[in-house]
């Protein structure tokens, strides 16, 4: 059996904790054309923080999140955690009060931070380090695929190997890695890219199912008959065979992802998160 998310944090922090998803009013350079305007092809136009706290400053964010939350955890901690677009793309002067004002409050644990691996100079690092030496900072990165050919055709926007840079340097500066691993690209192999995350030292792992969301280009291949979604059984056995490959300190923090419904396309059975949870958790058991 896999290290969940839940066991892990329960035997860091002692208790139950939950994500606080923010929104730091980012953009990202897949977008502003500093690499294209045209975002990777499955990308929502809320760049993936669909489920943050939007329009508010940092601290109300918080405030509102954990109102949100609190039913679901008695007696917990949380994680303050930058979620929508790139959250390391920014001045450092406007990143260092962004962060510092994220872990300011006593119930808040630890920082979670969303980022490509390209956007991570050296001063940002070190503001990073600087930060972990007071709560613990974890970076999250997008790699999608390993596959530099299914990368380009997501419009990913970097070469793979810049990913394996930006882990060894994240790890020389004590800070902890999660991979983003997206399963079912069209022509990729998802495990193949888990074996090449676990080479270049990822603490930690987040799998996402493709789904297709309205408004995206990814939208436009999937109504051309370009390719097919995943069924639930396949992305099962997908997922199965890329956990298994996991030694046995790195942290499965997610096993599947779902976007807003009102924007899904595909695939339909993805709406219904507790059946597909219940499913997922049953079949790798």
Known sequence: MYKTANAYYHEKFGCKVYKLSLD???????????ISTEGCIFC??????????????IRMQLELAKKRVERKIKNGKYIAYFQSFTNTYAPIDRLKALFYEAIAPDYIVGLNI????????????ELLKELNAIKPVTVELGLQTADDR?????NRGYQTEVYADA?????QAELEVITHIIIGLPNDDPISTTRFAVACGTDGVKFHLLHILKNTRLAEEYKA???????????AELLKNCIDLL??????????????????IAPLWSADKKKTLNYLNAYLA
């Open 150 to 154: 299914v990368a380009k055709y997501i």
């Open 247 to 264: 030694p046995k300190h790195i942290v499965v923090h997610r096993i599947t992802g779902d976007g807003a419904k009102k924007d899904l």
């Open 44 to 57: 929502s136009a809320l760049g993936s923080g669909e489920f943050a706290e939007h329009g508010a400053d």
């Open 167 to 171: 882990v060894l340097r994240l790890k």
């Open 225 to 235: 008959g370009c390719f097919k979604a995943l069924t639930l059984e396949e992305y």
């Open 24 to 34: 730091g009013g980012f953009t990202c350079p897949n977008r502003d054309g500093s």
């Open 114 to 125: 969303a980022t490509r691996p390209d956007c991570l100079s050296e001063s940002v690092i």
